[in-house]
């Protein structure tokens, strides 16, 4: 079983910036992909970015990209979301997942095994 526990949430005001982590417990996630997805109120979780165990990224939601950077610790067992020039509608929890192989579909939510609890990120115009 894999505990994931993210952290780094909080109000930002627009244009400022923030760096999720997401640290994982109960197995080694060095050959795991790894992924963040948000979920604004009312709306359904969206997939923001993946890392497989190679380091290769994936990027999901066109507005996030050139502004959100993924990126792993092995050593840590720790994920990454670098977030910067932040905006309004990035506002939403944003939630950690991950998962024993390589990235295939990350875009899916049922591709994932392992959630986090999520952490809050609002932007404040």
């Known amino acids: 079983q894999v505990q994931l526990v993210e952290s780094g949430g909080g109000l930002v005001q627009a244009g400022g910036s923030l760096r999720l982590s997401c640290a994982a417990s109960g197995r080694t996630l060095s050959a795991y992909a790894l992924g963040w997805f948000r979920q604004a109120p009312g709306k359904e979780r969206e997939f923001v970015a993946a890392?497989?165990?190679?380091?290769?990224?994936?990027y999901g939601v066109d507005s996030v990209k050139g502004r959100f950077t993924i990126s792993r610790d092995n050593a840590k067992n720790t994920v990454y979301l670098q977030m910067n020039s932040l905006k309004p509608e990035d506002t939403a929890v944003y939630y950690c997942?991950?998962?024993?192989?390589?990235?295939?579909?990350?875009?899916?939510?049922?591709?994932?095994?392992?959630w986090g609890q999520g952490t809050q990120v609002t932007v404040s115009s």
């Open positions: 890392i497989g165990g190679n380091g290769r990224p994936t």
């Open positions: 997942a991950a998962r024993g192989s390589t990235v295939i579909m990350p875009a899916r939510t049922t591709f994932w095994a392992f």
